[in-house]
T-cell receptor, first 115, second 112 residues
Framework: DTEVTQTPKHLVMGMTNKKSLKCEQH?????MYWYKQKAKKPPELMFV???????INESVPSRFSPECPNSSLLNLHLHALQPEDSALYLC??????????????FGEGSRLTVL | TQLLEQSPQFLSIQEGENLTVYCNSS?????LQWYRQEPGEGPVLLVT?????EVKKLKRLTFQFGDARKDSSLHITAAQPGDTGLYLC????????????FGTGTSLTVIP
């Protein structure tokens, strides 16, 4: 069982809707990540939070808005999405920033479909 | 431009066969991880290698980190249907501000 929990597992939304993806971890990890993944492709980094502060934003459109309310929670707010935003959204956490041999623990993902 | 190139991109083999997946780069990495992702799931970490030339074994899986820490390989002996999934290498480069890069991925199907 994964120790990173993502909700919802599936989400269908229209282009005018506002929704949120949620991620929770209780491993005491201080780095949390949002990735976007298309079928059979590697995950693409969107955002990195380190000690609850946004440290990396990979030029993600403003229709995606991350939020880290505390060290255990990470949200991704969605507004005015496009059909091409349909993908698997993965949350991950690590004890240290990944490059320092920190290993990523992933949730099962939220499958997003934009109509 | 992908820093980590994996080959092959797709692989379909019969149960019991051996296979090797390669992860290559022109850059030096401080560490390299291998993940496996099953359909509908998130990637799961298999191994981390940090020392050039290091070899690690995990049951039927053998991982090697290149001497120059620029490449890695994953060898699976006697593949089983449960090995089916997307295999991802990933590496960290402290020199570029703690960036962490995923490889291009190898989709493996093991046919019973």
């Amino acid at each position: 069982d994964t120790e990173v929990t993502q909700t919802p597992k599936h989400l269908v939304m229209g282009m005018t809707n506002k929704k949120s993806l949620k991620c929770e971890q209780h491993m005491g990890h201080r780095a949390m990540y949002w990735y976007k993944q298309k079928a059979k492709k590697p995950p693409e980094l969107m955002f990195v939070y380190s000690y609850e502060k946004l440290s990396i934003n990979e030029s993600v459109p403003s229709r995606f808005s991350p939020e880290c309310p505390n060290s255990s929670l990470l949200n991704l707010h969605l507004h005015a999405l496009q059909p091409e935003d349909s993908a698997l959204y993965l949350c991950a956490s690590s004890q240290r920033l990944a490059a320092n041999t920190g290993e990523l623990f992933f949730g099962e993902g939220s499958r997003l479909t934009v109509l | 431009t992908q820093l980590l190139e994996q080959s092959p991109q797709f692989l379909s083999i019969q149960e019991g066969e051996n296979l090797t997946v390669y992860c290559n780069s022109s850059s030096v990495f401080s560490s390299l991880q291998w993940y496996r992702q099953e359909p509908g799931e998130g990637p799961v970490l298999l191994v981390t290698v940090v020392t050039g030339g290091e070899v690690k074994k995990l049951k039927r899986l053998t991982f090697q980190f290149g001497d120059a820490r620029k490449d890695s390989s994953l060898h699976i002996t006697a593949a089983q249907p449960g090995d089916t999934g997307l295999y991802l290498c990933a590496g960290g480069k402290i020199s570029t501000g703690n960036q962490f890069y995923f490889g291009t991925g190898t989709s493996l199907t093991v046919i019973p």
